[in-house]
């Protein structure tokens, strides 16, 4: 099976712009996690999706947003770029989700904001 | 706010020595305790991960230790090898949250 796969692996913005990172599960895979990753704080978790609903969400500012699609891929938004969102984003599926799961993490996009 | 504390930070061991990865937590209702094992330019994946009924669990080289009335959990990764050398996170997570909760990480490094 296909692992994890995100795009673009590498991403330069500049602040006030917004981006959009994309997420393929694992086939059959139905939830989608995503975390951003920095020196400072470490794993926060942003969201997860199964089913295309969003189950939880973590204490991020609105600016950060996401969506699952029926096929269970998933994207997540920022907009109005800040340079702390500077960061590696990660995004994890599993069967039907976080508790008690294996996730699976795909390799992140990383991005840059000047 | 951290859910999870871990330590160290960092820590280096000779090749065949023993590390060890300690974890504490707070919120009783975490039923789910993984450890996961990240190398540069990689995304994490999960080592090992233990549920609270059982106090020890071995894959390996790898056994988690688990302290459910003192709420901590630890790693130990035994004859370790520079193979090894990669950062470590332990997680939590419980039924319905539908996240986890990770530790700040540590980084091991094998020397040969």
């Known amino acids: 099976k296909a692992g994890v796969t995100q795009t673009p692996r590498y991403l330069i913005k500049t602040r006030g712009q917004q981006v959009t990172l994309s997420c393929s599960p694992i086939?059959?895979?139905?939830?989608v996690s995503w975390y951003q990753q920095t020196p400072g704080q470490g794993l926060q978790f942003l969201f997860e999706?199964?089913?295309?609903?969003?189950?939880n969400k973590g204490n991020f500012p609105g600016r950060f947003s996401g969506r699952q699609f029926s096929n269970s891929r998933s994207e997540m938004n920022v907009s109005t770029l800040e340079l702390g969102d500077s960061a590696l984003y990660l995004c994890?599926?599993?069967?039907?989700?976080?508790?008690?799961?294996?996730?699976?993490f795909g390799p992140g996009t990383r991005l840059l904001v000047l | 706010q951290q859910q999870v504390k871990q330590s160290p930070q960092s820590l280096i061991v000779q090749k065949g020595g023993i590390s060890i990865i300690n974890c504490a937590y707070e919120?009783?209702?975490?039923?789910?305790f993984p450890w996961y094992q990240q190398f540069p330019g990689k995304g994490p994946a999960l080592l090992i991960a233990?549920?609270?009924?059982?106090s020890e669990k071995k894959e390996g080289r790898f056994t988690i230790s688990f302290n459910k009335s003192a709420k901590q959990f630890s790693l130990h990764i035994m004859d370790s090898q520079p193979g090894d050398s990669a950062t470590y996170f332990c997680?939590?997570?419980?039924?319905?949250?539908?996240?986890?909760?990770f530790g700040a990480g540590t980084t091991v490094t094998v020397r040969a």
């Open positions: 994890a599926s599993s069967t039907s989700g976080p508790s008690g799961e294996t996730q699976y």
């Open positions: 086939s059959g895979h139905r939830s």
């Open positions: 999706y199964f089913s295309e609903t969003q189950r």
């Open positions: 919120n009783t209702a975490f039923d789910y």
């Open positions: 233990i549920r609270p009924d059982v």
């Open positions: 997680a939590a997570s419980r039924e319905n949250d539908y996240k986890l909760s």
